[in-house]
């Protein structure tokens, strides 16, 4: 670095007594500036990079506490998350208990309070097919058909004989006839003359060889059929009173009250307690830990922030002095020697010329050195 001008040095609008001491010490201060630019230059860079590395060190901490505390975070919300899980579990089972017992219990209750009229309807059973039997009445002629075609009684019964007429009065005939290749409305008619013919002759011949035959046992068995048709509507209007009743009392499920409601308290403590613990981590853990890792790393990072301002330092000091050193420059040879040969190599050249002879003073020394720079470039464009 520059130590300042030399106390013999030519000062600002005084004559050049001595060209070579004035140019030696020219030469020495643009080479001292030379030199200084260079270390400023590469001052620069390292404070570059220093501050490169401080960023990079800074990004590591703030990366190392946030994995940190993502990590712990993450853990205490599985840990919780699993206990409250469990209480789930428990509680969805003592519901599922408790929804079981009201079920048997509403089940035997049904039971008990229909159990009359489903022990009458079991004897008038009894009581049918006994009758059918003393009677030698056909099987047949106990079913829901039957009577449904002979004896209809209630909606599902005349729904039942409905559907046969449309079945065997509608259906079959128009099957047939549309499966004929070429329809006409004669084998139409014809169709439905032989269709009336087998089903209204089959019903006809059953009914002669039944109804007629068995007629008071029928009779006897339509009467039982509206006892049970009868019982059974009973039974479905006392199944569903039962169903829709909200009195629970009579089913003894406080046993199973008391364990939903024991479950259901586990379960909000164990939230409330994660609700807490998450707070407790996010006001105070959260702080600690981000402190224990900064503390880890704060010998590193002093030591980077402590090189970044020594190098700061040390390149704010020598800027000063390039200034400086610039403003003695210019004022003190720039006049003399101009812009153009403010460099160590031409100054040594100018001083060259000035202690042969060659030239008396600067200016001369100049003219000659920008002459003779002339003259060789041409001769250096003419070689082949």
Not at 174 to 193: D, H, N
Request: hydrophobic share 35%; proline share 2%.
């Amino acid at each position: 670095m520059s130590e300042g001008c030399s106390k013999e040095e030519i000062q600002v609008g005084q004559a050049i007594t001595d060209y070579a001491r004035f140019l030696a010490d020219a030469r020495d201060a643009v080479y001292r500036l030379n030199c200084d630019q260079n270390t400023a230059s590469q001052l620069a860079a390292q404070e570059d990079k220093q501050e490169r590395e401080l960023e990079a060190a800074k990004k590591a901490v703030a990366d190392s506490i946030s994995q940190t505390i993502k990590k712990r975070l993450g853990e205490i919300n599985s840990s919780y998350d699993k206990e409250i899980g469990k209480g789930q579990d428990r509680l969805k089972k003592a519901r599922a208990k408790r929804e079981k017992a009201k079920n048997k219990g509403m089940k035997e209750r049904i039971a008990e309070e229909t159990g009359e009229l489903r022990e009458h309807n079991r004897e008038l059973k009894v009581q049918m097919r006994t009758l059918f039997q003393k009677e030698r009445v056909p099987a047949v002629c106990n079913t829901n058909f039957y009577y449904a075609l002979y004896y209809p009684r209630g909606l599902k019964e005349f729904g039942i004989l409905l559907l046969t007429l449309l079945i065997c009065f509608l259906a079959v005939p128009c099957g047939i006839y549309f499966a004929i290749p070429q329809r006409k409305i004669a084998y139409l008619i014809a169709v439905y003359f032989a269709d009336v013919l087998v089903f209204g002759g089959l019903y006809v011949m059953v009914g002669n060889r039944t109804k007629m035959r068995f007629q008071d046992a029928l009779k006897k068995g339509r009467a039982i059929r509206n006892t049970l048709r009868s019982n059974g509507k009973k039974i479905k209007i006392i199944t569903r009173t039962i169903m829709k009743d909200g009195d629970e009392d009579l089913y003894d499920l406080e046993k199973y009250d008391d364990e939903i409601a024991c479950a259901e308290q586990e379960l909000e403590e164990i939230t409330s307690k994660k609700k807490d613990a998450l707070s407790t981590f996010e006001n105070v853990t959260k702080n600690i830990i981000s402190d224990e890792i900064a503390g880890s790393y704060k010998a590193k990072l002093d030591s980077l922030e402590q090189e970044l301002e020594e190098t700061a330092r040390s390149l704010r000091k020598l800027e000063t002095q390039i200034k400086e050193q610039n403003i003695h420059i210019t004022d003190t040879y720039g006049p003399y020697l101009g812009k153009e040969f403010l460099e160590p190599d031409k100054i040594s050249e100018l001083s060259r010329l000035i202690q042969s002879g060659t030239a008396s003073n600067i200016t001369e020394a100049i003219e000659f050195y920008k002459n003779s720079r002339t003259e060789k470039t041409p001769a250096k464009a003419a070689q082949p």
